[in-house]
């Protein structure tokens, strides 16, 4: 999506949807365009050690940790600063050690229990995707950077100044090993543009 024709479609899905922004990005959408779209990597690295159940990646208790969390602080995106994507990388790691979250090479294929589980992102209650984890990772050897992303049917958003939430839900019963195996890594990675506005100058 990262060339000129997606820019645009991008651009035109941003003026369809600039009414549910806040009131300060949406004045800078319309009615004269304010804003520029800069490509954007979102992501988020965590220790999921033991997860299982319902276990939050993102919340209003993450912290903007740089090489490790993209998103602003408390999990959320600053106001004026509202994204659209249709690529997401899911990558699985590793290691004997723990806080190793910015130093992996996420390349590892997922085991049962983080195969089987589904991602859901959502803010303020709505649902911008729940997909199963088996649906999001490239299992092959990638020829190109593009080929490690799932790309999705159709445009999604986050939009701005509103907590983001990602969590993985796991099949009953079933968890991520325990650290006495090794500790258990995921990395979430959203690929589109995001809003900025227009410098003064």
């Given at each position: 999506?990262?060339?000129?024709?997606?820019?645009?479609t991008v651009l035109?899905?941003?003026?369809s949807?600039?009414s549910r922004?806040?009131?300060?990005?949406?004045?800078l959408?319309?009615?004269?365009l304010?804003?520029?779209?800069?490509?954007?990597d979102?992501?988020?690295k965590?220790?999921?050690?033991s997860?299982?159940?319902?276990?939050p990646?993102?919340?209003a208790?993450?912290k903007?940790l740089?090489g490790?969390?993209?998103?602003?602080a408390n999990?959320?995106?600053?106001?004026?600063?509202a994204v659209v994507?249709?690529?997401i990388?899911i990558?699985?790691?590793?290691?004997?050690?723990?806080?190793?979250?910015g130093e992996?090479?996420?390349n590892?294929?997922?085991?049962?229990?983080?195969?089987?589980?589904d991602?859901?992102?959502s803010q303020d209650?709505r649902?911008v995707?729940?997909?199963?984890i088996?649906s999001?990772?490239n299992?092959?050897?990638p020829?190109a950077i593009d080929?490690n992303?799932?790309?999705?049917e159709n445009?999604r958003y986050?939009v701005?100044?509103?907590?983001?939430?990602?969590d993985?839900?796991f099949?009953n019963g079933?968890?991520m090993p325990?650290?006495g195996?090794a500790?258990q890594?995921?990395?979430v990675?959203?690929?589109?543009y995001?809003t900025?506005?227009?410098s003064?100058?």
């Amino acid at each position: 999506m990262n060339n000129v024709a997606g820019h645009l479609t991008v651009l035109s899905f941003i003026l369809s949807i600039q009414s549910r922004f806040s009131a300060s990005l949406a004045a800078l959408i319309g009615p004269v365009l304010k804003i520029v779209l800069n490509p954007v990597d979102l992501y988020i690295k965590k220790d999921i050690t033991s997860a299982s159940s319902s276990f939050p990646l993102l919340d209003a208790n993450t912290k903007q940790l740089r090489g490790v969390v993209s998103f602003n602080a408390n999990g959320r995106l600053a106001q004026n600063r509202a994204v659209v994507f249709n690529k997401i990388f899911i990558g699985y790691q590793t290691d004997a050690a723990a806080g190793k979250e910015g130093e992996l090479v996420y390349n590892k294929a997922a085991i049962g229990a983080l195969y089987n589980a589904d991602l859901i992102i959502s803010q303020d209650g709505r649902e911008v995707l729940r997909q199963n984890i088996s649906s999001l990772m490239n299992l092959g050897t990638p020829q190109a950077i593009d080929d490690n992303y799932a790309t999705l049917e159709n445009l999604r958003y986050l939009v701005d100044d509103q907590d983001v939430e990602i969590d993985l839900e796991f099949a009953n019963g079933v968890s991520m090993p325990a650290s006495g195996v090794a500790y258990q890594y995921l990395f979430v990675k959203i690929k589109g543009y995001e809003t900025q506005r227009k410098s003064l100058k």
